[in-house]
């Protein structure tokens, strides 16, 4: 941890441990799930390879992150968050939404990784919106993520699911504005913001269930 603000205050010490490049989306990656090394360099698309290394090295001093045997073929060693680290879930989910307030779309230099897409799925979701237990497949651009809800409960993870789901999702740049409202189900498929394979209805419903409001006045895309 090479930033000390030399205060004995909580919100120091963590800026101390998290304000380091990539700590917070190295995090935010592990919420999801043991990932492997390879993995996490893959999810994090520019961080180098060394500055990889010395976060989750941090990170591990600081018992947010411990290493443990793969359980996937092949062995190895993954990295996971501790009981102590996973209390960050919560926390990362409400900055996230508070970030993404003001994010309209994606400015031409960005891009959006799958974990980042099922990270903000979870903020997004409204525990209790829809009872029904649905399972959505969701693809932005080269993202892809999945979200099972089930009433107060949502599952999300990169990929798509093991299981058929409910209802498949193609969106593009304007994905962003079906979350926040700005797009009705209707006018997303109109407009061509979004494409789907599955009912309408499912469609309606995932809207209901996940949202993330976007400021009138916005100052960057």
């Known amino acids: 941890m090479s930033k000390d603000y ?3 205050c909580g919100l120091a010490r963590a800026a101390g441990v ?18 492997r090394f390879k993995d996490l360099g893959e999810g994090l698309p520019g961080v180098p390879t060394s500055v990889l290394t010395a976060r989750l090295r941090e990170l591990e001093q600081m018992g947010i992150v411990e ?15 501790t009981p102590y680290g996973a209390e960050l ?28 897409l099922a990270a903000a799925l979870r903020a997004a979701y409204r525990p209790g919106a829809v009872t029904a237990a649905t399972t959505c ?6 993202a892809s993520a999945w979200a099972a809800m089930d009433g107060a409960e949502v599952t999300v ?38 494409e789907i394979e599955g009912p ?3 469609l309606e419903d995932f809207v209901r269930a996940f949202h993330v409001p976007l400021d009138d006045v916005i100052g960057t895309p």
Not at 69 to 81: H, K, M, S, T
Not at 137 to 142: A, C, Q
């Open 157 to 194: 993870d990169v990929g798509v699911p093991e299981a058929t789901p409910d209802l498949i999702i193609h969106g593009g740049p304007q994905f962003r504005l079906l979350l926040a409202g700005r797009l009705s189900p209707a006018e997303a498929i109109t407009s061509g913001a979004v």
């Open 67 to 81: 290493r443990r045997a793969a359980r996937q073929p092949g062995g190895g060693v993954v990295y996971a968050l």
């Open 89 to 116: 879930t919560p926390i990362l989910d409400r900055l996230g939404r508070w970030g993404a307030q003001r994010m309209s779309a994606p400015a031409p230099e960005e891009i959006i990784t799958s974990s980042s």
């Open 137 to 142: 497949s969701i693809h932005v651009g080269p």
């Open 6 to 8: 030399r205060q004995f």
């Open 200 to 202: 309408h209805a499912v």
């Open 18 to 35: 998290l304000g380091e490049r990539w700590a917070l989306l190295v995090v935010r990656d592990l919420t999801l799930g043991p990932r």
